[in-house]
C-alpha cells in the first residue's frame, strides 16, 4: 500500500505557495496553491495530481500529520470497500427480515449490528449505512 505525503512550501521571490506530494519510489509532483479551496483541499489535490501521474486509482483517507503544514494519504483497499458493502448488504437483509433464524444471537449479527446501528451508539458506518439502505430503494426503519 502506497502512502502520499504533502507538504506546503511558501512562496520566494520566484516562484508562488506551492504543495509537493510525495511517495516512496517515484518523483515528486508540484502543485501551484489554490487559494479558491481550503488546506485539505489543497492537499488532497496535490496527492491526486501524483496519483493521475502514476496511474494510481482508489479512495483514499487524509489527514493531518503533526507538521502543520503536512497531510498523509493512503489508499483504502478495495477489499475493505467490498468488505463495507457485504456488512451493509447483510444489514439491509437483517433488517428486513431476509434470514433465516434471529441473527442478532450469532457472532455476525453483533458485529454488523454494533458497525451499523445508530441505536448501539458505537455504530461507526450507521450514517453511511443509512446512506446505503436510502439509495438501495429501502426506507430505512
Not at 517515484?26 to 489543497?42: G, Q
Not at 497531510?71 to 427480515?97: N, S, W
Not at 457472532?107 to 436510502?134: N, S
Request: glycine share 10%.
Amino acid at each position: 500500500m502506497k502512502a502520499i505525503v504533502t507538504k506546503y512550501v511558501g512562496p520566494t521571490n520566484t516562484k508562488p505557495s506551492r504543495i509537493v506530494a510525495k511517495a516512496e519510489g517515484v518523483k515528486s509532483v508540484t502543485v501551484s496553491y489554490d487559494h479558491s479551496l481550503n488546506v485539505a483541499d489543497n492537499h488532497k489535490a496535490a496527492a491526486l495530481a501524483l496519483c493521475n501521474r502514476m496511474g494510481w486509482t482508489g479512495d483514499m483517507a487524509s489527514g493531518g500529520m503533526p507538521e502543520a503544514d503536512s497531510y498523509c494519504h493512503c489508499f483504502i483497499p478495495a477489499e475493505f470497500q467490498q468488505a463495507k458493502q457485504a456488512v451493509f448488504e447483510t444489514r439491509l437483509a437483517m433488517r428486513d427480515g431476509l434470514n433465516n433464524g434471529n441473527p442478532w444471537c450469532r457472532k455476525y449479527g453483533r458485529v454488523v449490528g454494533a458497525l451499523t446501528d445508530i441505536d448501539i451508539g458505537a455504530g461507526v458506518w450507521a450514517g453511511e449505512f443509512e446512506a446505503f439502505a436510502a439509495t438501495s430503494g429501502e426506507v430505512a426503519a
